[in-house]
């Protein structure tokens, strides 16, 4: 695995140096051959003597560890076996973690967490760094902790340590999240169903759009669990009639942030001039989903068709896409593919560079919501069913269906290599292991309300609730 052996040799100057010191600044070898030790003829055994006044060891950098027996003693009979001198020269191995087989070394790191191991142990020294950046250990560290299929969708280009980190932090985060999260119910900010909402700043900026037309901008560092009654009016910092609709849809490209709204409007505000309105874009029917990219904006509507706006140009509609019988309820897109899914119960898969519909899929059940990344299309269905497809090179085939375990509609998913998390009309949010066959990790049904969409970054979860409300959950601070 590695081409240096631990505990290999090297020579520099007149020193000789095995492998690299672990700890302090002298090698456990220097500090071994440094003892003066002694016999004690008045006790069994051996007493370590010290030259100094409070009794510590004297460790002279010239000395090497010598035994002497007692003077009226037979060296032979010495323990009542003979020493070798080969056990006291000096040149044995001493036993240091870089001795130690690489076997038993994943052995003592499988009880530290994947993080600290790949950010921190990794910097020890050479021999751990090439322990560490080994993925097939990751891969059978996975495989031990969580025994079923994973991935879903096989992959060669996999990465299995930002896996294995992930898959234990999310894990422990939501197995134990009594202890381990902090949630906050935040009320007072609409006066309606919320139906749309969305962070930003590495989780600590929430955005939600409500049928009372308002947005609300709320600071969730003012968040506090000992003061919540508080800090939730303090974390109220701006609001505003977005639209004269129900505002449908939230997301962002970059500092830009976009709403969709059932009166015909998609409008663009800049985050940092007080969301001042960027431009507002004019459709025939409602925006009911929206992707950002950094190019296009695409957007599914009401009409049936699909929006391709460049918000930069001065007539901002690029192109629409009639690949529906009945409205557009999700999107999802990158730079080859757009993806949506409709009431005509048919996903469609328009390729960018192509121009033109590649595939289009049959459901038993309309798509509601998606999630796209990792080669997967997660597909969450009106009858509470999750689709997976392959979308490795184009493929997008349904492999696996699964029951969510929602007794309503799937209103939101969110998959990535930690965890797949799901809402419903049940007024629940269940969060499941992303693996074949995914047992339910936890599930939050403290809500009177439908929850309607789902938005995770820096693993702070936001949720939109139809009871007014948005529910944060995130890490408790260490």
Not at 62 to 86: A, I, K, L
């Amino acid at each position: 695995m590695a081409t240096e052996q631990p505990g290999s040799t090297t020579q520099s100057g007149d020193q000789e140096v095995i492998g690299e010191p672990f700890l302090g600044e002298e090698s456990p070898r220097e500090t071994v051959q440094n003892i003066d030790v002694s016999h004690n003829d008045s006790e069994m055994g051996m007493a370590v003597t010290s030259n100094n006044s409070d009794g510590g060891l004297n460790l002279k950098d010239d000395e090497r560890c010598t035994v002497s027996p007692s003077q009226d003693e037979d060296e032979d009979d010495f323990y009542g076996e003979r020493m070798e001198d080969d056990d006291v020269d000096g040149d044995s191995i001493p036993l240091t973690l870089l001795t130690l087989p690489p076997e038993i070394i994943w052995y003592i790191l499988a009880f530290i967490d994947a993080r600290f191991v790949i950010q921190q142990v990794s910097l020890v020294c050479k021999e751990f760094c090439k322990l560490v950046n080994d993925d097939v250990t990751w891969k059978v560290r996975i495989s031990k902790r969580f025994p079923k299929k994973y991935p879903i969708i096989p992959d060669d280009e996999f990465s299995w340590k930002l896996a294995c980190i992930q898959r234990e932090e999310q894990h422990t985060m939501w197995a134990n999240h009594q202890t381990t999260m902090e949630s906050f119910c935040l009320s007072m900010g609409h006066i309606a169903a919320i139906d749309s909402v969305h962070l930003l700043k590495e989780g600590s900026l929430c955005i939600s759009g409500s049928r009372d037309r308002h947005v609300q901008i709320w600071d969730l560092k003012k968040l506090d669990a000992n003061k919540c009654k508080e800090s939730i009016e303090a974390s109220r910092v701006h609001s505003f009639m977005a639209h004269k609709g129900w505002i449908w849809d939230i997301t962002s490209q970059d500092n830009t942030v976009v709403t969709s709204s059932w009166d015909c409007w998609v409008k663009l505000w800049d985050l940092e001039r007080q969301f001042s309105e960027i431009r507002a874009i004019r459709g025939k029917s409602a925006f009911l989903s929206t992707m950002f990219l950094p190019d296009v904006l695409v957007s599914g509507s009401y009409d049936k068709l699909i929006y391709i706006h460049d918000h930069r140009a001065d007539d901002p509609v690029v192109a629409k896409l009639h690949l529906h019988n009945k409205p557009v309820l999700s999107i999802a897109a990158d730079s080859q593919y757009i993806i949506s899914g409709s009431e005509d119960k048919t996903i469609a898969i328009y390729d960018r560079r192509a121009g033109k519909l590649m595939k289009q899929i049959h459901l038993d059940s309309f798509s509601m919501c998606m999630s796209y990344g990792f080669n997967q299309l997660w597909s969450g269905q009106r009858d509470g069913s999750l689709h997976v497809l392959d979308t490795k090179h184009g493929r997008f085939d349904i492999v696996e269906t699964y029951d969510s375990g929602h007794k309503g509609k799937l209103t939101d998913v969110i998959h990535n290599l930690g965890a797949v998390i799901t809402c419903s009309t049940d007024k629940t949010i269940k969060i499941h292991e992303p693996n074949h066959n995914p047992a339910v990790i936890a599930t939050h049904s403290e809500y009177y309300g439908d929850v309607a969409a789902l938005h995770l970054q820096n693993n702070v979860l936001a949720s939109a609730c139809s009871d007014a409300t948005v529910g944060i959950w995130r890490p408790v601070a260490q």
